[in-house]
């Protein structure tokens, strides 16, 4: 896959997740008649909206829902498209733009914790390669937690390049109401400009400081049944 503008270039790019893949983060949380349905997962914003009904209409039937479900996650779905191509055709800037990516997030019975800084110039970047490669390292057994690290990862993604775009549009402005402004976007570590291209290769994007490893060294705990349980209400108390 050919390469966006190179990191030195303070000239804008057209939207898009800093990803190979251009994927929409959707999440679901609907409630209907005191049963609840809650989901996440990624959305090719290529493909044609009435593939959204068909999701739906299966989701449905596959989980045994309520035929009332169809609406609301049809609904819920193209609300996300619509407000991720709403995005498309407008500047982002990328340029050497290094973000620290959190993680903190229960899976079934594992409980994840890590801290890490990610390249936003770097557009052939895999967020699911990286949860494979964290699940293997770190002995990770059960299989969804690799889909739920790389949703999380795409969805603080998709957000910071939300925030590019509104950066993009004040330093337009600020242009035009300060002669000889020049915006940069540029983020600088320890003075030093990082090229996580040249140093991890076009689909990793990630790096840990030396010095923060002690701090922010993954986390990973298997709770019980009853550390479940308890989570699982203090949620739905919280949800309330």
Same mark, same amino acid.
């Given at each position: ?22 994927? &929409? *983060? #959707?999440? /679901? %949380? ?7 349905? =809650? +989901?996440? @997962?990624? !959305? ?54 290094? &973000? *620290? #990516?959190? /993680? %903190? ?7 994840? =914790? +890590?801290? @890490?800084? !990610? ?68 983020? =600088? ?52």
């Amino acid at each position: 896959m050919k390469l966006l503008p190179s990191s030195s270039s303070r000239t804008p790019v057209k939207f898009r997740i800093p990803t190979a893949d251009n994927l &929409v *983060p #959707i999440r /679901l %949380d609907i409630e209907i008649d005191g049963q609840r349905f =809650k +989901d996440a @997962f990624t !959305w090719n914003p290529a493909d044609p909206d009435s593939e959204v009904v068909v999701f739906a209409k299966r989701t449905v039937k596959d989980l045994k829902l309520p035929p009332a479900f169809i609406t609301q996650i049809a609904q819920s779905i193209q609300s996300q498209l619509t407000d991720f191509r709403s995005y498309e055709g407008q500047d982002m800037y990328a340029g050497e733009k290094i &973000v *620290p #990516i959190k /993680l %903190d997030l229960r899976v079934n019975h594992s409980l994840i =914790k +890590d801290q @890490f800084l !990610w390249d936003m110039n770097n557009f052939e970047s895999d967020p699911e390669e990286f949860a494979r490669t964290f699940c293997r390292d770190m002995d990770i057994q059960d299989p969804e937690v690799g889909p739920a690290i790389a949703f999380a990862i795409r969805e603080q993604l998709y957000e910071i390049a939300i925030q590019s775009v509104t950066s993009a549009r004040e330093s337009r402005l600020s242009k035009k109401g300060r002669r000889g402004f020049d915006y940069s976007p540029a983020i =600088k570590s320890s003075g030093i400009s990082l090229d996580l291209v040249k140093y991890f290769g076009h689909k990793s994007s990630v790096v840990r400081k030396r010095k923060d490893w002690d701090v922010f060294e993954p986390i990973v705990d298997i709770l019980s049944s009853e550390e479940v349980g308890a989570l699982e209400a203090r949620e739905e108390r919280n949800a309330r």
